[in-house]
């Protein structure tokens, strides 16, 4: 009998053994670029993921889950510029390639799916990232690879660790900076009013209510409410916002949570003045989610009524047709993203796209991944983006400054000027005296 | 024999690429949590809808010990599997007294509950962006080894002892003694069996894998955060569970097959047919759900009970298939009874 156990055991850990190696081997799908075609001698694979036609880039994004309401939006915004470069030429003649896959804003999916990206489709460089919990699950690995992580989709400081992620560079406005801006509007426009805080409780919402706390007095501060994203009752943190008295809520949140902050207010009766970071308040996105949140409930709200008057922060242009890069971007959505709707998220996509490309031709006819991060490290040039650029070899921070905002009917108004301030504690913020750059004819940055 | 399977998947490991290994190293840990789910659930006849929750301590367990005091992995390991022992009996004890939808109950307010821990005490677990550890292959084995083969070893080498170790139990008296306390507790009781100690020895046992396999995760995605541990974690070991044939151990490695390699490629097909955006993200998850279902209609008692049948009915019911099919089965009763009408591996 027990040799008999013995020999069944065998057979079963054997055939595991088979099964897992033939799963394994069937599956080896892995899509390599096409080969050397007539174009340029001169053009080599000179680095992983670079062919003589082609660079593939990765990012991870959530295309389903929490986070998806808005920023699923993002990713085929990138890919629709990337598809008009390669239309027109391309980066040196070659096409970018960008593979983006869904992590569900879950960061075990973050860790398998950057495996998947740099281990078996060969990626060049992981490009825009999204997500503050998401990416810090895949930061070191991209480190330890040495793949260049450029432009996360987060404003988490963490990212700016020069000497420790030497291969990881920030993009949008940092959230204690923007903090600090919405911070010092707060407490020079609402003065002597109640102030309460609403945020994410992560890198993302802590570091923004960091900004906060640098400019707003304490003695404003009525109450601090977190929330986490797997979380959606937030009525508790409504309730206890209602009972606090408070006339001024800054919230961190993305816009699902944006959205239900908004709606469970209503419930209650809570009307304070909303002041939104600029993730969390992209007026179309907001307005969909307010509907369609509602229309579950079994009820019907007008979503363009109910973002009037929120205040925000923002550091791209506003969405309108005297703006250059609106005009650009527009022709781009229309001709290959025409199904998304042209809002915020899709302005941010296009964006950091531009400035991918435009770091791709600073970097060299031939770039080693080590080209790109010193092309970055020059500084670039700032695009589409209201302020300059922080790149530099001890800065991996990007936007350094916004403007605020006022949403009236769907759109984001300009309100004074662009500000530009750090993540330090004292720094001053400034008013940015440069000008807005104009958007090249070509669409396509030149080197 | 462990052995010479270690070391054709070794050989595996090096033969197939770097996103392969990381695969199998996933699909270790979860064959290791399934395992001890398919015990508890198929032979010991209680369910747990909060084995995450347990991998969440093995997993935290593990994290703090390589950070803190610089613990050897496997050392690591032991503990977090001692700890998740400690918590499995206090659970184990309250869940004895609890049947049916009231222990599902219970269980699940583990699950939710627990990890979110966590986030209480951010300075001890790292809050909602959880842990990060270093885990490096040693240095004897040079520096161009690459870290996913290393990971898919350990993971393996682990998953192999633990379904050893799980086959012995299943028969050994403590194994006929679940069985007995499933088909029916009275009558156990009456041969003298504890029909509690047998059930908390189940939970004891569950938890121990599913705290082996959070460890396992910690070392193969070098972190560990309370987004890793959601309720939807409990619900797929059960899936697995399910999907592979209740109470079989080869079963579990089939339900982790399906649901660690499924989901990567139906993304692809998706990503691959131009699509709009709407509708191809969703795809992967309805077809993981019709997936599903196609599984159940079709193996009602899972693919291994399927691939049972499927064998018994090609070398016809009375040949003695089983002792050269590579499908053997863990249930006694199938010695006696038809391949076909072996169903009683139920939660009833």
């Known amino acids: 009998m027990k040799k008999s156990q013995r020999l069944r055991w065998q057979a079963m850990a054997i055939l595991a053994v088979a099964v897992l190696g033939a799963a394994a081997c069937s599956s080896s799908s892995s899509s390599s670029g096409s080969s050397a075609s007539s174009s340029s001698a001169a053009l080599t694979a000179s680095a992983p993921g670079i062919t003589p036609t082609t660079i593939t880039i990765g990012s991870h994004q959530p295309l389903t889950g929490p986070a998806a309401p808005g920023y699923s939006e993002i990713a085929p915004a990138s890919n629709a510029y990337f598809q008009y470069v390669n239309a027109h030429g391309g980066v040196y003649g070659r096409k970018i390639v960008y593979k983006y896959l869904n992590d569900a804003y879950d960061p075990t999916t973050t860790a398998s799916v950057v495996r998947q990206l740099v281990l078996q489709d060969n990626i060049y460089a992981l490009f825009n990232g999204l997500g503050t919990p998401t990416h810090l699950a895949a930061v070191s690995f991209l480190n330890s690879e040495k793949v260049p992580d450029v432009f996360v989709a987060s404003g988490c400081d963490c990212w700016n660790q020069p000497t420790t992620y030497p291969e990881t560079f920030g993009w949008q406005l940092d959230y204690i900076s923007e903090g600090k801006i919405l911070g010092q509007y707060v407490a020079q426009h609402f003065k002597g009013k109640k102030v309460a805080f609403f945020y994410q409780d992560d890198e993302f919402g802590m570091d923004g209510v960091k900004g906060l706390d640098y400019e707003i007095p304490s003695s404003m501060v009525v109450s601090k409410q977190s929330y986490v994203d797997t979380n959606v009752n937030i009525a508790p943190q409504v309730a206890a916002l209602r009972a606090s008295g408070a006339q001024v809520v800054v919230s961190f949140s993305i816009p699902a949570f944006t959205a239900l902050l908004k709606l469970d207010s209503l419930k209650l009766g809570f009307n304070p003045t909303l002041v939104v970071s600029d993730v969390g308040s992209d007026p179309i996105t907001l307005s969909g989610l307010l509907e369609s949140f509602a229309k579950q409930g079994g009820a019907t709200v007008n979503g363009n009524q109910l973002t009037n008057g929120m205040i925000t922060d923002e550091y791209l242009p506003a969405l309108s047709t005297s703006d250059s890069w609106y005009v650009l971007f527009k022709k781009i959505h229309d001709q290959y993203d025409a199904k998304e709707p042209l809002d915020g998220n899709f302005f941010y996509g296009m964006s950091v796209a531009y400035t991918f490309v435009q770091a791709m031709l600073n970097a060299g006819r031939n770039p080693t991944r080590t080209d790109l991060l010193t092309a970055i490290e020059h500084g670039l040039p700032q695009g589409p983006m209201v302020a300059p650029f922080a790149y530099s070899s001890t800065n991996h921070l990007g936007v350094t400054g916004a403007y605020i905002g006022v949403v009236q009917n769907g759109v984001v108004t300009q309100q004074g000027s662009v500000l530009t301030t750090t993540t330090s504690p004292t720094s001053p913020i400034t008013t940015y005296t440069g000008s807005e750059e104009q958007a090249p004819a070509s669409g396509i940055p030149s080197p | ?348």
């Open chain 2, 1 to 348: 024999m462990a052995i010479i399977v270690a070391a054709i998947v070794a050989v595996l490991s090096i033969k197939l690429g770097q996103f392969r290994d990381y695969q199998i190293a996933e699909i270790a840990v979860e064959v290791t949590a399934v395992a001890g789910l398919t015990v508890l659930t198929g032979l010991s006849g209680q369910i747990s809808l909060g084995n995450a929750a347990f991998m969440a301590i093995g997993a935290y367990t593990t994290a703090l010990l390589l950070i803190h005091l610089n613990w050897p992995f496997y050392l690591a390991l032991v503990i977090a599997g001692a700890a998740t022992a400690v918590a499995g009996a206090v659970v184990g004890i309250a869940a004895a007294r609890l049947r049916g939808p009231y222990l599902a109950g219970a269980t699940l307010m583990l699950g939710v509950a627990l990890p979110a821990i966590a986030y209480v005490y951010p300075a001890t677990f790292g809050g909602d962006q959880g842990l990060n550890v270093t885990f490096t292959a040693p240095a004897f084995l040079g520096v161009n080894f690459p870290l996913t083969r290393w990971q898919a070893w350990v993971s393996t080498l682990v998953a192999l002892i633990v379904l050893v170790l799980l086959a012995n139990l299943d028969r050994s008296r403590i194994g006929r003694n679940w069985r007995a306390v499933r088909d029916d507790d009275v009558a156990a009781a009456l041969d003298g069996i504890n029909v509690a100690a047998a059930r908390v020895r189940a939970f004891v046992v569950s938890a121990v894998c599913a705290g082996l396999a959070g460890a396992l995760l910690t070392i193969i995605s070098e972190q560990a955060g309370p987004g890793d541990f959601t309720i939807t974690v409990s619900i797929a070991l059960l899936t697995a569970a399910v999907i592979g044939g209740l109470g079989s151990l080869p079963g579990a490695l089939w339900g982790s097959l399906v649901i660690v390699l499924v989901p990567t490629y139906v993304t692809d097909m998706a990503s691959s047919h131009g699509l709009s955006s709407s509708v191809g993200n969703n795809i992967p998850i309805a077809a993981y759900g019709v997936l599903l279902i196609l599984v159940m209609l079709v193996f009602p008692q899972g693919i291994q009970g399927g691939l049972r049948r499927l064998i018994g009915a090609f070398l016809g019911p009375n040949t003695k298939s089983r002792r050269i099919a590579p499908t053997p089965h863990v249930t006694p009763s199938a010695d006696q009874a038809p391949a076909s009408q072996h169903e009683k591996e139920g939660t009833s």
